[in-house]
């Protein structure tokens, strides 16, 4: 298998410190707000890495931090008149809502910052005893950039094109522009700790170095987060944990993608993030995750309300196609016909290409197409009147739809009972487009007594109000079936 590993700039085969124990620490949410669609990507991307890692025969320990003590979380519980533990508490509980709805897996480890505050102290302290750290007159710790000698190395950046761009804002102590906090005096009315500097909190680099010291080994496998964390939060606490360690802290620097809208990225900053429950209210929990994994993870990922609508037709084809195999089993005549070697051998060869899109720097995009590949392949012989009813046509539908839970297991998606899913989209669709089903359900009958009176004319005239309203009426042996298209 092999990663991109951003601090490499290349991708690189994936060879585990220790044996088949993979140890990864993805940064988490800052707990002041709803989950926006970045934050779900990030998420799904991780969920995949770690599900395959395992279906590999790996052992995971994946930690995944809270941060519940920020600048911004303060600035919330001021403007909702909460405590920073009430808006952090409100906001960790809500994001657990949106990532069970998107069968995102729990880690193993979900430390949060305030829980940590001495291992924290522990190491500035170590810092400081090294001279990475210094303390100023007001009680604030700032490190000490220019003093780790690879700073820059991991996002590409270069020091002297940092210190052009770089302030010391009014009431700073720094030394240097481009030091960074990692304890901030108390200020009146914020949440503070007793520190050998004084009351105050700790800057938000430091947490997760503090965290995942506790909790994995240094060096540990992969760190994970989104690209927006790879300068300076990813830098910054690369530099404070090697510089504190004086070893490696990562082995392969894992980042996804932006979620961009019109070509902008999606943030909260900018204002125009969608969030996770914004979307629920119109699409199901399953269309968002098979959306988020339609393109490669570091490549950029456009949202829009059409780009769901091909991936809800996209899955819906998948579970259309499962069914159909799940109906095709419960035949009861089957004939001795054989089907052609190659059928299998390509079957076999799809599942290969699968595993080697996936060991491809997680190639999801790719591996989805195989998925199709393979639905086309049971299409292609049960269309053939000669094969459909063969007992090896049955051996195969069985193993399509095993390759499809194992696949699915890996991606988190497909994994419902075909016919609950294809109903609760059908009824999200009527939700979304404003069409009510008992209205449908009176067309469809009115249809149905107008061809039993033979009024072809009223027949049609229904049909076509009915496919005006995007709905779609099949007439069967056990009468008319309807769904929106």
Same mark, same amino acid.
């Given at each position: 298998m ?5 601090? &490499? ?12 124990t ?28 770690? /599900?395959?890692l ?14 519940? +003590? ?5 600035? /919330?519980?001021?403007?909702e #008149? ?5 808006? &952090?508490?409100?906001?960790?509980? &809500? ?14 480890i ?15 302290q ?28 991991l ?26 906090? *990692? $304890? ?7 949440p503070? $700790? ?10 938000w ?7 995942? %010291? ?7 496998? @992969? ?5 927006d964390?790879?300068f300076?939060h ?8 090697? &510089? ?11 980042h ?33 995750r ?16 059409? %780009?769901?609508?091909e ?9 259309? %196609? ?8 419960e035949?009861?005549? $089957? ?17 290969q ?8 720097? *997680? ?5 989805l #197409?195989? @998925? ?19 007992e090896?046509?049955?051996? *195969?539908?069985?193993? +399509? ?26 009824? @999200? ?5 404003? +069409? ?13 007594e %107008?061809?039993?009176?033979k009024?072809?004319?009223?027949a ?22 309807w769904?929106?298209?």
């Amino acid at each position: 298998m092999y990663l991109y590993n951003t601090i &490499a700039r290349k991708k690189q085969e994936f060879v585990p410190l220790n044996n088949n124990t993979v140890h990864m620490y993805v940064c988490g949410i800052t707990a002041y707000d709803y989950c926006h669609i970045g934050h779900a990507r990030s998420a799904v991307v991780f969920d995949v890495l770690v /599900r395959y890692l395992r279906s590999l025969g790996y052992k995971v320990k994946f930690v995944r931090n809270f941060t519940d +003590i920020d600048d911004k979380i303060i600035k /919330r519980a001021q403007k909702e #008149g909460l405590t920073t533990e009430q808006v &952090a508490e409100k906001y960790i509980q &809500a994001f657990y809502e949106d990532m069970d709805k998107l069968n995102i897996l729990r880690p193993d480890i979900e430390p949060r910052a305030t829980e940590h505050i001495q291992e924290m102290i522990d190491l500035i302290q170590v810092l400081e005893e090294k001279g990475y750290a210094y303390r100023t007159k007001s009680g604030d710790v700032y490190f000490r950039v220019r003093k780790f000698k690879d700073y820059g190395r991991l996002s590409g950046r270069n020091i002297e094109e940092l210190q052009a761009g770089a302030r010391i804002n009014p009431g700073e102590e720094k030394e240097d522009p481009l030091d960074f906090a *990692l $304890w901030k005096a108390a200020k009146p009315g914020e949440p503070k $700790w007793n520190s050998p500097w004084g009351e105050g909190r700790p800057g938000w680099h430091l947490e997760c170095s503090a965290m995942s %010291a506790k909790y994995l080994s240094q060096p540990f496998d @992969i760190h994970g987060g989104g690209q927006d964390l790879a300068f300076p939060h990813h830098e910054n606490e690369r530099a404070q944990s090697e &510089a504190a360690y004086e070893q490696e802290f990562v082995r392969y620097w894992v980042h996804n993608g932006f979620v961009q809208i019109s070509a902008q990225k999606m943030s909260k900053s900018l204002g125009n993030f969608v969030t996770i429950r914004d979307i629920l209210n119109n699409y199901l929990p399953e269309v968002l995750r098979f959306f988020l994994l339609t393109k490669h993870y570091r490549s950029p990922l456009d949202y829009s309300a059409d %780009a769901l609508d091909e991936a809800e037709k996209a899955l819906k084809r998948i579970y259309v %196609a499962k069914e159909l195999l799940e109906n095709k089993l419960e035949s009861s005549k $089957w004939s001795k016909t054989k089907l052609p070697e190659e059928i299998f051998a390509e079957l076999k060869s799809l599942e290969q290409k699968w595993q080697e899109a996936m060991d491809d720097d *997680l190639n999801t995009a790719k591996a989805l #197409g195989y @998925i199709f590949n393979t639905i086309r392949l049971a299409g292609r012989v049960l269309e053939n009147k000669s094969w459909r009813k063969s007992e090896q046509t049955k051996e *195969l539908c069985q193993q +399509i739809l095993n390759i499809l839970d194992k696949w699915g297991n890996i991606l988190g998606l497909f994994t419902q009972e075909s016919a609950t899913f294809l109903k609760d989209l059908r009824d @999200i669709k009527l939700r979304r487009k404003n +069409i009510d089903p008992d209205q449908v359900n009176e067309l469809v009958q009115k249809r149905q007594e %107008a061809r039993k009176a033979k009024d072809f004319a009223l027949a049609d005239k229904v049909r076509e109000e009915l496919t005006n309203m995007g709905i779609e009426v099949k007439d069967t042996p056990a009468g008319p079936v309807w769904d929106i298209v």
